[in-house]
């Protein structure tokens, strides 16, 4: 599978996973996402520094996209995906309920990708 093809269907995969992602399931563990998770390992790097985060490993980048969802509520939804050399950048659009509402964001997230793995990843939010 290409890399654009990959980020896409990740991020069809959380959409369609939702309810067991608040549920608590691992991304590893949900059929949806298992296939693009195990492209991270325990190198992995996923920052965001709007939010001051940095993890290293699939084991709490798991937990924080299981956490994400539990508190916000969060979805995305990508709008286009580009594929540049080793990086791939995907244009998206998160909602997050609450407050009696729903907010939207623009968010560019960029996969730095070596062969088929995904070593890095950075999150951008307008």
């Known amino acids: 599978m290409d890399r654009t093809s990959a980020i896409t ?7 369609d996973a939702h309810d067991l992602l608040v549920a608590g399931t691992r991304p590893g563990d949900i059929p949806e996402v298992a296939a693009f998770m195990a492209r991270l390992d325990e190198d992995t790097v996923f920052r965001f520094p709007s939010l001051q985060l940095e993890l ?3 084991a709490a980048i798991e937990e924080f996209m ?25 244009f998206n659009r998160s909602s997050m309920a609450g407050g009696g509402g729903t907010a939207e964001v623009p968010v560019v997230a960029v996969f730095q990708f070596d062969g088929d793995r995904v070593s890095g990843f950075w999150g951008f939010a307008g």
Do not use: D, I, P
């Not at 969060?74 to 791939?88: A, D, F, K, Y």
């Open 66 to 90: 299981v956490e994400a969802r539990q508190a916000t509520g969060m979805r995305e939804t990508s709008e286009r995906v580009v594929e540049h050399g080793n990086l791939v950048v995907s």
């Open 56 to 58: 290293h490993g699939r």
């Open 9 to 15: 269907q990740m991020h069809q995969g959380y959409l």
